[in-house]
């Protein structure tokens, strides 16, 4: 994938949360690549994450990330790493809610443990940062949250998964209207190829792994998994002033799912 930079984010301040996953990762690459200085948060969240950059030629934009170890379930977690981020930057001007898991069963099989730790990752999670660091935002500043496909389109055994993003995609959209100026959107990603999926389903034999794989493939139009770097690219467009007058809206990034 060819990725032009713009330095669209030149002096902004970005947390990004779930950086250490394929998406996060990608996200917290592309906008240090276009300037911006990054806060990448998760669970065991270091200064490490971002060191094999150097490899790829992008020390400066390696050096313009920090990782940060956080739990954003945890409202007094949050709330410390909200003081961190006055003390250390005084200002925000972008936030990514990615942090999230993916729990898939039948609703009968579905534990109210199941269902507290979605919620709490997927809802409780966006929900906290929102409204910690929302404070530091001005005109201008733009928020957006990882939702899911599942959101919108009935999946068998996704019912407490589904209903956790349905939660992300309806909470981003009042969040628009509560927070403005500040901008709030949503993302709803189809299959993408990173880890998550890989991990949802490695419980099953390779044959299988591969049947599935395959299946959510040839269940879109453009016929292959998406790639980290493209929902990146939207979630940057999202970010930067180009999407200035895009607010309250949900973009859905699948490969035309059919």
């Not at 509560?178 to 034999?205: K, Q, Y």
Request: with cysteine; aromatic share 4%.
């Amino acid at each position: 994938m060819v990725m032009r930079m713009s330095q669209a984010l030149s002096g902004k301040t970005v947390v990004v949360t779930g950086a250490r996953g394929g998406i996060g990762m990608a996200i917290c690459k592309r906008f240090a690549l276009e300037g911006a200085r990054v806060v990448g948060a998760d669970i065991g969240a270091d200064e490490g994450m971002f060191s094999d950059w150097a490899g790829d030629g992008h020390d400066d934009a390696a050096r313009r990330c920090r990782g940060y170890d956080l739990d954003v379930t945890s409202e007094t977690a949050v709330a410390g790493f909200g003081d961190h981020l006055r003390e250390t930057w005084g200002r925000l001007d972008i936030l990514v809610n990615n942090a999230g898991v993916m729990i898939g069963k039948p609703l009968m099989e579905t534990s109210r443990a199941d269902l507290d730790r979605l919620m709490a990752v997927n809802v409780t999670g966006p929900f906290l940062l929102m409204r910690a660091l929302a404070p530091l935002m001005t005109d201008g500043g733009a928020i957006i949250n990882m939702s899911s496909g599942a959101a919108t389109k009935p999946t068998a055994n996704m019912s407490a998964y589904s209903a956790s993003k349905a939660a992300v995609q309806m909470m981003s959209r009042v969040a628009a209207i509560e927070l403005a100026p500040i901008r709030v959107n949503s993302i709803l990603p189809g299959a993408i190829d990173t880890p998550m999926p890989r991990a949802f389903i490695s419980n099953m034999s390779r044959p299988q792994q591969d049947k599935v794989m395959a299946g959510l493939s040839e269940g879109r139009v453009a016929k292959r998994l998406g790639r980290p770097e493209e929902v990146a690219a939207l979630t940057l467009y999202l970010a930067s002033d180009e999407a200035a007058f895009v607010t309250g809206a949900d973009f859905v990034i699948d490969g035309g799912r059919l």
